[in-house]
């Protein structure tokens, strides 16, 4: 009876700690998507500020092709291409907070020198919650980010929809053999254990919407696979 309660109060233990540290990474989460909303905010708030000042920019063009200052005229063009270029996003998925996180994690991956390849396109019509997609995306990009090697590396993420189910397939070149725990999870060597339950928080999501989480390496390419059901 005394190690029946002792396992007992074990087990409500390690599962407050497991809840109590998802509610701690959830609230990391909730910061760095209030951070890309900002972000979003600053975007389109730029974009309106030079919508509103397109009538003085096409005037001023009108006036030095006018006046036949076409040198001018050119490099006026040049650095309104220039501006317009680094307001527009380079990543479209249909969604501004998906776009975001796939911009930040494009940045991060050039800086370092590898290849991002995005072929995703948020679902329409569908029950999904844009803030569900974020703390996949997130947390997947962030593993890919700890563990891509390789001579070339890249980061590859694809997502396609069948009917009610949407797939969404990340990988990452990846050197070695990739450990993996009995509960099928990448196995973490980090001590504070925060990349065990990043994943666990992308479970949580994909059951959410009664769909699985998987893992594969074949060579050197590791891949995680999220099905969810959206419709």
Same mark, same amino acid.
């Given at each position: 009876?005394?190690?029946?309660? #002792?396992?007992? $109060?074990?087990?409500?233990?390690?599962?407050?700690?497991? !809840?109590?540290?998802?509610? !701690?990474?959830?609230?990391?989460?909730?910061?760095?998507? @209030?951070?890309h909303? @900002?972000? $979003?905010? @600053?975007?389109?708030?730029?974009?309106?500020?030079?919508?509103?000042?397109?009538?003085?920019?096409?005037?001023?063009?009108?006036?030095?092709?006018?006046?036949?200052? #076409?040198?001018?005229?050119?490099?006026?063009?040049?650095?309104?291409?220039i501006?317009?270029?680094?307001?527009?996003?380079?990543i479209?998925?249909?969604?501004?907070? #998906?776009d975001?996180?796939?911009?930040?994690? @494009?940045? !991060?991956?050039q800086?370092r020198?590898?290849?991002? !390849?995005?072929?995703?396109?948020?679902?329409?019509?569908?029950?999904?919650?844009? %803030?569900?997609?974020?703390?996949?995306?997130y947390?997947?990009?962030?593993?890919?980010?700890?563990?891509?090697?390789?001579e070339?590396?890249?980061?590859?993420?694809?997502? %396609?929809r069948?009917?009610?189910? %949407?797939?969404?397939? $990340?990988?990452?070149?990846?050197e070695?053999?990739?450990?993996?725990?009995?509960?099928g999870f990448?196995?973490?060597?980090?001590?504070?254990?925060?990349?065990?339950?990043?994943?666990?928080?992308?479970?949580?999501?994909?059951?959410?919407?009664?769909?699985?989480?998987?893992?594969?390496?074949n060579?050197?390419?590791? #891949?995680?696979?999220?099905?969810l059901?959206?419709?």
């Amino acid at each position: 009876m005394a190690i029946l309660v #002792t396992i007992i $109060i074990f087990q409500h233990w390690k599962t407050s700690q497991e !809840e109590q540290s998802g509610h !701690e990474l959830l609230e990391s989460q909730i910061d760095n998507i @209030k951070t890309h909303i @900002k972000g $979003i905010e @600053k975007l389109y708030g730029d974009i309106r500020s030079l919508r509103h000042d397109m009538g003085n920019h096409i005037q001023m063009i009108e006036r030095l092709t006018g006046t036949e200052n #076409t040198a001018e005229a050119s490099a006026y063009l040049k650095r309104l291409k220039i501006e317009w270029q680094e307001l527009t996003p380079e990543i479209r998925t249909g969604n501004p907070v #998906t776009d975001m996180i796939l911009l930040e994690k @494009k940045k !991060e991956a050039q800086m370092r020198g590898i290849r991002f !390849e995005s072929d995703f396109r948020y679902p329409e019509n569908t029950k999904l919650d844009a %803030f569900d997609v974020s703390v996949i995306l997130y947390n997947a990009l962030n593993n890919c980010m700890e563990s891509v090697n390789g001579e070339n590396p890249y980061i590859r993420i694809q997502a %396609f929809r069948k009917n009610s189910i %949407f797939m969404l397939i $990340i990988s990452n070149s990846f050197e070695g053999k990739l450990p993996i725990n009995p509960d099928g999870f990448p196995y973490t060597t980090k001590k504070s254990g925060g990349h065990g339950i990043g994943l666990k928080n992308m479970l949580r999501v994909a059951k959410k919407y009664m769909g699985d989480l998987s893992f594969e390496q074949n060579k050197n390419e590791v #891949t995680v696979g999220i099905m969810l059901q959206i419709a």
